[in-house]
Nanobody, 119 residues
């Protein structure tokens, strides 16, 4: 089992910044991907950004140039720096870790942290 603990959500004005963090613990294998998803009101959960074991990153078009994902492999922690926040970024943000276990792709999720962008 893998546990993911998120921190850093909150209320911010449009144009502001927030930094989310997610610490992973438990049975984590060498090759895995960590990332962030979000789910706004009455919306499907969507990928925001992820980063693989080699450091390659992937971003949703809506956040490119504004958000930045990074990781500290020794701490098994991933960060999401969010700048120039917009009201449409308001959502619950979920940390995700995916890895192969017994030939199957397994997804683990954090409990979610609320990000609200409002004046």
């Amino acid at each position: 089992q893998v546990q993911l603990v998120e921190a850093g959500g909150g209320l911010v004005q449009p144009g502001g910044s927030l930094r989310l963090s997610c610490a992973a613990s438990g049975n984590i294998f060498n090759m895995y991907i960590m990332g962030w998803y979000r789910q706004g009101p009455a919306m499907e959960r969507e990928l925001v950004a992820d980063i693989n074991n080699s450091g390659a990153t992937n971003y949703a078009e809506s956040v490119k140039g504004r958000f930045s994902i990074s990781r500290d492999k020794t701490k098994k922690t991933v960060y999401l720096q969010m700048n120039s926040l917009k009201p449409e970024d308001t959502a619950v943000y979920y940390c995700n870790l995916k890895q192969i276990e017994s030939t199957k792709l397994v997804n683990y999720w954090g409990q979610g942290t609320q990000v609200t962008v409002s004046s």
